[in-house]
């Protein structure tokens, strides 16, 4: 097996020829696999045209990112298993810098994803989370720069990951209940659970398009991500703590007022309790080694509001 880069692409013709084009850039050797969510444009053709190495899986429906990149990797071995977004441009050395950060004892490194109208600041540099296992993206906002030195985050972001694939199938890779969000930071905890480390690769950049398929305050978008968040907070067991309880609810209540009254949409509040539904029958997982940052609920807030997600 060699480094293979897993794309998942839904309808994404309108940017993936620039990923594909940079890929065949890269300082390092790997395959490329894209797999196809269904798409109704001309992803599948376009990819074959920029790219005819790429290994096209096609798939008849939009099964979400989990279960998609989980199909990918089990029809496609690759070893180190590694994802880009179909809206992220690679710059030429993003994979020799990911493989370069795989040191001993890492299982996953985190790439760095910049902010496509503002390239000289960081857009997500891996995801981080609070106590209450609220998602952030980790330096989002910093300058470029920061990420030189900085601690690792607590895994990377599924826009652009590398993970040792023995570590990945471990924890039987992603969650495929979660249709789109969040399922990066579940298979962060999950590895955490298991010991795993996360290193920062801050030479591994790409050149991010924010929430291109869905925008980035759309209903759509509030209700995957709600429906995230309602699952984790069940599926980790947060609301049993009384003192984590109150902190998510206060923070929730906030985040979907702010959706009434600014986007005028209770996707997300729908979300929430559709996913917190969802999980009632599901075993309990832990938290209780993941390195986990240190918020109060109107730090966690503001850096929330920041994505409006």
Known sequence: MQPTIYIPNFNGAARLGAVLRALDEQ?????????????????VALARRELPAVRVIELDENLGFGRAINRAVAEVP?????????????EPRFLEALLEGLGEGVDSVAGVLLQERAPELIDSAGVVADATLMGFDYLHGEPASAAEGAAPPLGPTGGAALYRRAAFEAVGGFDERIFLYYEDLDLALRLAARGSRCALAPAARALHAYSASLGAASARKYAWTGWSRGYMLR?????????????ALAAEGALCTGQLLKDRTAAGLKGRFRGWRDAADLGHRDVAVAPLVDLSTREALALRRQRRG
């Not at 300082?27 to 992803?43: I, M």
């Not at 180190?80 to 441009?89: G, Q, Y």
């Not at 599926?235 to 902190?247: E, I, K, N, T």
Request: glycine share 6%.
């Open 78 to 90: 690759g070893d180190p298993v590694i994802l880009l977004n179909n809206d992220a441009v690679p």
């Open 235 to 247: 599926r980790y067991g947060v609301m049993r703590d009384p003192r984590l309880a109150l902190r």
């Open 27 to 43: 300082t390092a050797a790997c395959d490329v696999v894209l797999v196809d969510n269904g798409s109704d444009d001309d992803s």
